[in-house]
């Protein structure tokens, strides 16, 4: 039985500190901050991104493995507790970065039996700038969209799955089904499991 299972999108985030903005010319700071929406979060084209990308230069940003349950749960495994973990979600390319979602999990020893490896698109994408103290976002869903048609194809199998934990940890996704689906999966696993206790990361 594993203790906990976490369910969310898998994203290569890119970060640009505010040490590392001051160093840049102002003039494409500027431009890239008009693309972002200040202290928000903003789904976008990935050509949006690119822009971003581009105006501030690739080696201003630290890019790590994201996606809030995911970090959540690799946290959790990483802490010398011996805490079972477990992960569903899609996994694309993690591009130029030199990372890998399952390398990671492997390394961590969580259970990935139900991450849908997708090599040939890209993972999510989060840009994040932080300027002023206040932080900004841009995020593009990429391979993340193809958690709705894993889980219609699954769905028994991930239920199953899901009822061998003691506890889900949840974290949105921007199409609206596949909210839709996992609302639905999670109160048949609640229902079979009244004891099974879901966190939901907003």
């Known amino acids: 039985m594993l203790d906990i299972i976490g369910i969310g999108s898998l994203n290569l985030d890119l970060v640009v500190t505010a040490d590392k903005i001051k160093t840049l010319p102002a003039d494409k700071v500027n431009a890239a901050l008009a693309i972002l929406a200040h ?9 949006d991104l690119q822009q971003v990308l581009s105006l501030l230069g690739p080696a201003s940003f630290r890019a790590t493995l994201g996606g809030s349950a995911f970090n959540t749960i690799c946290a959790v495994a990483a802490l010398p507790a011996g805490i ?3 992960y569903v979600g899609v996994a694309g390319r993690a591009e130029n970065s030199g990372l890998d979602f399952t ?4 390394a961590l020893a969580v259970d990935h039996r139900y991450v849908r490896s997708c090599p040939e698109q890209g993972s999510g994408l989060c840009i994040s700038v932080n300027h002023g ?7 593009h869903p990429g391979a993340n969209n193809k958690m709705l048609e894993y889980l219609r194809a ?8 899901l009822l061998q934990a003691k506890m ?3 974290t949105q996704f921007t199409d609206e089904r596949i909210s839709a689906i996992l609302a639905r999966l999670l109160g048949e696993a609640k229902k079979s499991n009244p004891a099974l206790r879901i966190s939901c990361d907003p």
């Not at 390398?103 to 492997?106: C, L, R």
């Not at 103290?133 to 995020?139: N, T, Y």
């Open 39 to 47: 202290g928000a979060e903003r789904l976008v084209e990935r050509d």
């Open 84 to 86: 079972k973990t477990g």
């Open 103 to 106: 390398t990671t999990m492997q």
């Open 133 to 139: 103290g206040v932080r900004s976002f841009l995020f």
């Open 154 to 161: 699954n769905y028994q199998d991930i239920l199953q799955y």
């Open 168 to 170: 889900l940890h949840v």
